[in-house]
């Protein structure tokens, strides 16, 4: 099982959103880097949601529920969507001023590359980040 982050504009759609809705079709995927991590996807992967915008915060977990398909709404043959299903909401938000604080959090490329929308979480990282949002194990 891999973990990941994804990073929505919360006025296009939110955790709240997903929660709603049951599900999601995760689309619209442009970078080439972050299209190749949504190939990558495998059902049961587990996802941290990001909002991005003013929030910049990670607010939730969403599980992969299919493998990747191609995007049914993009014209580029490259594109790939994933479904996804909501986990859990945060009982806090993860503010990315608080992960660029964390030391342990300094070299994830969240961080590093901050306009990639779709990117690997390792197990400490996953920890780390749950620990700040509020979730202890």
């Given at each position: 099982m891999a973990l990941w982050l994804c990073k929505q504009e919360p006025s296009c759609y939110s955790y709240d959103d997903l929660v709603r809705d049951g599900s999601t079709v995760w689309?619209?995927?442009s970078n080439?880097?972050?299209r190749k991590h949504l190939r990558q996807m495998k059902p049961g992967d587990r996802v941290l949601f990001y909002h991005t915008g003013k929030e910049k915060a990670v607010v939730g977990e969403m599980v992969v529920a299919g493998e990747p398909q191609p995007d049914p709404k993009a014209e580029d043959e490259a594109a790939v969507a994933v479904e996804m299903r909501p986990v859990r909401k945060f009982p806090a938000p993860v503010t990315l001023a608080q992960i660029k604080a964390d030391?342990?959090?300094a070299d994830w490329d969240l961080v590093r590359l901050s306009r990639l929308s779709v990117v690997p979480v390792s197990a400490a990282q996953w920890k780390r980040v749950e620990k700040l949002g509020g979730l202890s194990r």
């Open positions: 689309d619209g995927v080439a880097l972050a030391k342990s959090l």
